[in-house]
């Protein structure tokens, strides 16, 4: 199987500073101080992980036009973070979020390029493509789209950005293969519905020829996008069933774009929480879900759904016995809900089904799907998970952080090993080698 890490967590609602600085494990634990960084991405390393994923946003989230109080400490610039650790590791891949939708292709395919040659091919680019203009407000181009390209005002989440974004990787790529083989400059020429731009590229071709394309999401689109233009794709983590489900979906989509199954990993991003035994894991992944829905964080995201002001409320109390206000809901920069009403009516039948407060109902509706265990048992299931073919691998999100993926690394990866289930030492030097994919054939400059 594949691993790799994430950090900064890139949840829906649960991301905040509880889940880094307020548990003592945590060591370090800013999300800004480099030791945070370095120690997960050593930690990785010694356990022959894939990867290293750094998450990142351009704008700090609020609510009720207040800054959110109980998001993540600070998330630095991804490429400027992993060029440092480049540095510091020899064999982990390095993995960049960067979005599509405020950057060009050529400064991104410079500085891509730049991370695979100093990290001799260990370079990726987790592809995000913002679609709402409260981040668009930080580049000028909310509401009057000052910007070219991108969709009409409040951005789109579906065809526009993505339709950008893979003619964005398109030009990357075509960037990346413009040096001749006997390693001189060619002029490039792109001319696209969103782009159009020519030159002649800075850098040499990459010592992965393409650095690795990830990108998440369980959307039709995100599926349609990894088909067509990524080598690995982030989903979560559900049953085996719901797995192989997705995995055969998205597979199935590369022969109309040339490729073979081989050619897209899909790697579930999973929680793992460890104990000696079974009751005493559960007990610990109660008190992080717990840990990561303070009451005041309870409130704030049932006033997303609701729609109104629900300060009055106790969170050690019941649901409000008002109706939701249909619609869109209050916060900037948070992912879009769907259909508040149908949320805010499941959230009732579960909380009268189990007789549960507002923090309570939220911590249970709101947790993401985890390995819990012993050592033995989380082996057992990830083995299994894709033995049957429901992933490639998994994207773990440690908790506490950065500290937390040591335990994995020092209990669970042996027993992996000796289970055949993951490597024992990395075979060879670049990321595309870690992950079983060949390198891309150099393509003529147009």
């Not at 559960?282 to 879900?289: K, P, S």
């Not at 549960?356 to 939220?362: F, K, P």
Request: with cysteine; aromatic share 6%.
């Amino acid at each position: 199987m594949h691993l790799a890490v994430r950090f900064p967590e890139a949840d829906d609602t649960t991301v905040d500073d509880t889940t880094v600085r307020a548990d003592p494990r945590s060591g370090s634990g800013s999300q800004i101080d480099f030791a945070s960084f370095e120690h997960l991405a050593r930690t990785a390393e010694r356990g022959l992980f894939d990867f290293f994923l750094v998450s990142g946003g351009l704008r700090l989230r609020e609510h009720k036009g207040r800054i959110h109080d109980l998001d993540v400490a600070g998330r630095p610039e991804s490429l400027t973070m992993l060029n440092a650790l480049a540095g510091v590791t020899g064999r982990l891949g390095l993995a960049a979020t960067v979005d599509a939708a405020f950057n060009e292709p050529y400064d991104v395919a410079r500085r891509l390029a730049t991370l695979d040659h100093l990290s001799d091919g260990r370079a990726a680019w987790h592809v995000v493509a913002s679609s709402d203009s409260f981040t668009g407000e930080n580049f000028r181009c909310g509401d009057r789209q000052e910007r070219a390209g991108l969709p009409g005002s409040p951005l789109r989440s579906g065809e526009g950005t993505l339709t950008r974004a893979a003619e964005f990787v398109a030009a990357a790529r075509e960037l990346w293969d413009s040096w001749a083989p006997d390693g001189t400059p060619r002029p490039f020429a792109h001319h696209g519905p969103h782009f159009d731009i020519a030159g002649e590229f800075t850098l040499p071709r990459p010592p992965q020829g393409h650095p690795v394309v990830i990108r998440a999401g369980d959307r039709e689109e995100d599926r349609e996008f990894a088909a067509s233009s990524a080598d690995v794709i982030l989903t979560r983590y559900g049953s085996p069933e719901a797995g192989r489900a997705f995995r055969t979906d998205v597979k199935r989509r590369l022969a109309a774009y040339g490729r073979s199954p081989g050619d897209l990993k899909i790697m579930p991003g999973v929680a793992v929480v460890l104990g000696d035994t079974d009751a005493e894991a559960h007990e610990r992944a109660e008190e992080i879900r717990r840990q990561q829905v303070s009451p005041r964080s309870a409130l704030l995201t049932l006033e997303r759904i609701w729609g109104v002001d629900l300060s009055a409320y106790d969170p050690e109390g019941p649901l409000p016995d008002i109706d939701p206000v249909p619609g869109p809901q209050p916060g900037r920069g948070w992912p879009r809900d769907g259909d508040n009403v149908a949320t805010a009516e499941k959230w009732r039948a579960l909380a009268q089904e189990r007789g549960l407060s507002i923090r309570q109902t939220l911590i249970e509706a709101g947790a993401r799907r985890s390995v819990v265990g012993t050592p033995e048992g989380v082996a057992a299931e990830l083995t299994e998970s894709v033995a049957r073919d429901a992933a490639d691998g998994f994207v773990l999100i440690p908790h506490p952080a950065p500290g937390g993926l040591d335990e994995f690394v020092d209990r669970v990866v042996p027993l992996l090993q000796e289970r055949g289930a993951f490597r024992t030492a990395y075979e060879g030097a670049t990321l595309r080698s870690h992950l079983g994919l060949a390198d891309p054939a150099a393509k003529g400059a147009s």
